[in-house]
C-alpha cells in the first residue's frame, strides 16, 4: 500500500497547526503577541554616573579575574603536557 509517508506529513502538519493556534502569541483576546497595536511604555529609574561607574568597575574586575583564572588554568595544562612530553 502505497501513501502511508503522505498521510503522516498531513497528520504531523495538522498537530503542527493545531499547537500553533493553542499558543498565548495568536490569541487575539489577550496583549500578548499581536495585540490591539498599543504601545507598551516601561518606567526604568534614573541612573546616575556614580551608579554607571561602579557597575563599569565591577565588569572590570569580574573580567580580569576570569581572564586570571583562565591564564593560570593554560599555565598549568601547558606545565604538566610539557613533563608529560619530556618524560616519554
Do not use: C, H, W
Not at 4 to 28: D, H, P, V
Not at 29 to 52: A, H, Q, R, S, W
Request: proline share 2%; charged share 30%.
Amino acid at each position: 500500500m502505497g501513501g502511508e509517508g503522505a498521510m503522516m506529513a498531513m497528520i504531523t502538519s495538522l498537530k503542527n497547526n493545531s499547537r500553533r493556534k493553542n499558543r498565548n502569541q495568536f490569541n487575539k483576546d489577550k496583549l500578548v503577541g499581536y495585540g490591539n497595536g498599543e504601545k507598551m511604555e516601561f518606567d526604568f529609574p534614573e541612573v546616575t554616573p556614580e551608579i554607571l561607574r561602579k557597575i563599569r568597575d565591577r565588569l572590570q574586575k569580574e573580567r580580569r579575574q576570569s581572564l586570571l583564572k583562565l591564564g593560570v588554568s593554560f599555565s598549568i595544562v601547558i606545565v604538566v603536557l610539557m613533563v608529560i612530553l619530556n618524560y616519554l
